[in-house]
């Protein structure tokens, strides 16, 4: 059974950092694309990062050059480094495979606020 458990939210001020990360399990890391995910209430969850087997990422405009995303397969770990946050990036953040999905976990919060 695949399990994605995601941790590193928080508050955080215009402009600030976060380091988001999500333990799987069930799974052969590195075989496959990884994302990350956010939604906010009452919005369809978007796809922010990808991150593939071969170790191309790829982002959404909204993010591209404020994040990064990255694995370390032997931890079976993808995190989402988030720098000059804004309060646009406020919601909860899933990760998931990228192209083939299973369970949700259950996010983890992330809130940028003055």
């Known amino acids: 059974q695949v399990q994605f458990v995601e941790s590193g939210g928080g508050l955080v001020q215009p402009g600030g950092s976060l380091r988001l990360s999500c333990a799987a399990s069930?799974?052969?890391?590195?075989?496959?694309?990884m994302g990350w995910y956010r939604q906010v209430p009452g919005n369809q969850r978007e796809l922010v990062a990808v991150i593939r087997s071969d170790g191309t990422t790829t982002y959404a405009d909204s993010v591209k050059g404020r994040f990064t995303i990255s694995s370390d397969n032997a931890k079976n770990t993808v995190y989402l480094q988030m720098i000059s946050l804004k309060p646009e990036d406020t919601a909860v953040y899933f990760c998931n495979g990228a192209y083939v999905r299973s369970a949700w976990g259950l996010g983890t919060q992330v809130t940028v606020s003055s």
């Open positions: 069930g799974i052969i890391f590195g075989r496959y694309a």
